[in-house]
């Protein structure tokens, strides 16, 4: 299985952007499928985004236009773009991994979306 941490969340106004970052460890990391998930206070975690092994995103309606999913294979690291942030995109994002019906996930990352 693949270690995963992440970094970049932090505290944005209302249409700002924020880059997330995902660091893993491990082997064949471009074999794995990726995502993105977010999980407010008092909510169940949910998708926002995902990439295949090869090359083909999804998204969540709620971020899509808004939000890039990429990774960079040669450096094990998956992103997340978020631009035109709202504040009911507070909350606290993982990232994951998937590999032959197994899930690895990071510890998570605060986003915080407010005035």
């Known amino acids: 299985q693949v270690q995963l941490v992440e970094s970049g969340g932090g505290l944005v106004q209302p249409g700002g952007s924020l880059r997330l970052s995902c660091a893993a460890s491990?082997?064949?990391?471009?074999?794995?499928?990726l995502g993105w998930h977010r999980q407010a206070p008092g909510k169940q975690r949910e998708f926002v985004a995902n990439?295949?092994?090869?090359?083909?995103?999804n998204y969540a309606d709620s971020v899509k236009d808004r939000f890039t999913i990429s990774r960079d294979n040669a450096k094990n690291m998956l992103y997340l773009q978020m631009n035109s942030l709202k504040p009911e995109d507070t909350a606290v994002y993982y990232c994951?991994?998937?590999?032959?019906?197994?899930?690895?996930w990071g510890q998570g990352t605060q986003v915080t979306v407010s005035s």
């Open positions: 994951k991994a998937v590999k032959s019906g197994l899930n690895s």
């Open positions: 491990g082997s064949n990391f471009s074999m794995y499928a």
């Open positions: 990439i295949l092994s090869g090359g083909n995103t």
